[in-house]
């Protein structure tokens, strides 16, 4: 049985217009998604560890960083803490997006 990669399969469907649309839709959750599990790895931490930090579950942390959800400002303030990080919310016009 022939394996595909999963990037492989990503590639080929960027070419279809309506997937392309989609996943582009999903930009700024897959960023701040991203920017979740950046700053914890930065901080060499776990869910669990940061869960303890921010007086939270680790059940929380992954529904966090698992995307599908806006979470508040003071969530993220605390996450930034809990990760040693600083929290920075910038406006840009659209035209400097990627």
Do not use: C
Request: charged share 35%.
């Amino acid at each position: 049985m022939r394996r595909i990669r999963v990037d492989d399969l990503h590639k080929s469907w960027m070419k279809d217009a309506k997937y392309r649309r989609e996943y582009e839709a999903l930009e700024e959750e897959f960023s701040r998604v991203n920017a979740l599990m950046e700053a914890r790895a930065r901080a060499g931490l776990t869910q669990g560890e940061v869960a303890r930090r921010m007086k939270t579950t680790q059940a929380v942390i992954a529904r966090l960083e698992g995307g599908g959800s806006k979470p508040s400002t003071r969530t993220l303030e605390r996450y930034a803490a809990a990760t040693g990080s600083r929290l920075r919310i910038i406006f840009e016009p659209e035209a400097a997006r990627p």
